[in-house]
């Protein structure tokens, strides 16, 4: 029987919509499986995908050798801490542009979101100077901060569009109502635009979790979060592909399940104000 | 109390002028409507009672006292908009409760004030629903409700039946001009909509390009436009105008004549045309004329006119119903003119 035009295309489309989610899942499966083997099976000129000796002692030794969980809580409270700094910073930032625009509003956002395209390298010595006179260095606190300026225009910049979306006359009539800015803002902007916080949170929590640059650069020991537990895998002791897979297995699968069950959030919250 | 007096009144966006210097008075307990056409700044003088938008220069007297920089909250006036503007996340109940408990009335006193609302709104069934459950009918009702539990010293009304069905436009219409005769209560209202104006208004105040042509009674502005802007927006369908060549002593340049003051006849009469379009509504019918050099005339007639498609017919009309307009546009009162301008 003849498959008609739009099966074929329906069939050549889900092939390359999997090969190209296989071809972005892979490195990760790598680490999950890697995870599992010996350090000589990791090496291997000839490795196995699934046949080969499944063993725990990779995330036993991991575990015995560093503090994992000192390094998971900090990561949850430097990643949490920030993006709930950046939203009290945000929200009031982002309803003035979006509600009490002037002329240049355009332009400070366009401004925001150029900080963005700066490498971070270019800003590495005052800050890590600033840090150091103010006693941050270390320091969960010091990490939430920069992690807050970081993400700070993305917030912005998300949550600007959300509230865009909401009509002028909701606040207006808040306004007329009695509703002090304070009011109109908690009472009836964010309850209308929490789907957007609630993806903007979740984004910027994966994106602290994920920052290595500064976490690595500002961090030693006491704040270091998990990024910093990974990279204490690599390099002086030479490579151990296994027990460094354990670490980043260890690493990402929290984020990679809080994304898993966010994802139609997070789609949404990306696309909002593109497709409507 | 809720008398509201505009002083020079004036507004700008950078250089553009959207409210010329306006005077109005409105009186405590009036039913007052701004009518004009779309961007005529109707609605920004709306905002800029409200307190919604400043005040470029000028004063804003609500029951005497100044209230050009007063906050809108503080103004005592609520506001009905066009898109509702309830809030979406909370019940019906406490979308008019929100202004209730932003004043901090008592929990007993709310729960009484939304009762009473629900009682005259009709809304009793639908307290704990959510705004999106409900119609455009029923949310207009719940904007109305919110508005009135604050009993404000005057509601305004940004064109609030604009986005309802024809059907349901009526009966809003009726509701409302019940509401205010109950409450009493000094009401603005913004439209568009001439109809609107006519039936509702205890005086009508219409707009043209940031100014007030004229404040009058629906009637006054009916039979006594001061112009032919006011002349050609109030009345439906819309006055025809034909341009005059005037005797020297006479300023007239254009006559205005209503539709429904044209009388059709077969044997002779002012104007001779020929019937285009024909439009049927039952009660009465539209005819659209085309008469030689003075371009289409709309002539209302009653719902059995016989005429068709094609036919030529004449008009006339009574000379004391022609209204005549100088090169300005300006009406001219019967001393102005020497009679019955020679027409066509």
Known sequence: MAINNSNKSKLIYTFLAWTIGGLIFFPILWTLITSFKTEAEAISSSPSLFMFDWTLENYADVLSRSPYFTHFWNSIVISLGSSILGLLIAIPAAWSMAFVQTKRTKNLLMWMLSTKMLPPVGVLIPIYLVFRDFGLLDTKLGLVIVMTLINLPIMVWMLYTYFREIPNEILEASRMDGATIGEEIFHVLLPIALPGIASTLLLNVILAWNEAFWTLILTAANAAPLTAFIASYSSPEGLFYAKLSAASAMAIVPILILGWFSQKQLVRGLSFGAVK | ?344
């Not at chain 2, 961007?39 to 800029?48: I, P, Y």
């Not at chain 2, 009135?148 to 059907?167: C, G, K, M, T, Y």
């Not at chain 2, 205005?256 to 285009?276: F, N, T, Y």
Request: hydrophobic share 40%; aromatic share 6%.
């Open chain 2, 1 to 344: 109390m809720g008398s509201i007096t505009l002083k020079q009144v004036t507004k700008s966006f950078g250089d553009v002028n959207v409210i010329k210097p306006i005077d109005l008075e409105i009186r405590d307990g009036e039913f007052i409507v701004f009518v004009g056409p779309s961007g005529c700044g109707k609605s920004t003088l709306l905002r800029m009672i409200a307190g919604l938008e400043d005040t470029t220069s000028g004063c804003i007297d609500i029951d005497g006292q100044d209230a050009t920089h007063t906050p809108p909250a503080k103004r005592g006036l609520a506001m009905v908009f066009q898109s509702y503007a309830l809030y979406p996340h909370m019940s019906v109940r406490n979308n008019i409760a929100f202004p209730l408990k932003r004043a901090k009335v008592s929990e007993d006193e709310i729960e009484k004030k939304i009762a009473n609302a629900a009682k005259i709104l009709n809304l009793g069934d639908y307290l704990d629903r959510k705004p999106g459950q409900l119609s455009g009918g029923q949310r207009q009702r719940v904007a109305i409700g919110r508005a009135i539990v604050r009993q404000p010293s005057a509601f305004l009304f940004d064109e609030p039946l604009s986005n309802l069905d024809a059907s349901l436009r009526v009966n809003m219409r009726l509701e409302i001009s019940e509401l205010h005769k109950s409450l009493a209560t000094t009401m603005i209202y913004v439209t568009h909509d001439q109809v609107e104006a006519m039936t509702m208004a205890d005086r009508i105040a219409v707009f043209n390009a940031g100014i007030i042509e004229q404040v009058g009674t629906p009637l006054e502005l009916y039979n006594k436009p001061v112009n032919k802007f006011v002349a050609g927006f109030i009345g439906s369908p819309k006055m025809n105008f034909i341009d005059v060549d005037s005797a020297d002593n006479d300023p007239t340049a254009c006559l205005g004549v209503r539709p429904e003051h044209l009388e059709i006849s077969r044997d002779k009469g002012m104007w001779a045309g020929k019937v285009g379009v024909i439009e049927h509504l039952g009660s009465e019918t539209f005819l659209h004329v085309q008469v030689e050099n003075c371009g289409t005339f709309t002539v209302k007639a009653g719902g059995d006119c016989d005429v068709n498609y094609g036919e030529s017919i004449y008009l006339s009309v009574a000379p004391e119903k022609i209204l005549h307009f100088d090169a300005a546009g300006i009406t001219l009162s019967k001393d102005q003119t020497s009679g019955l301008t020679a027409v066509g």
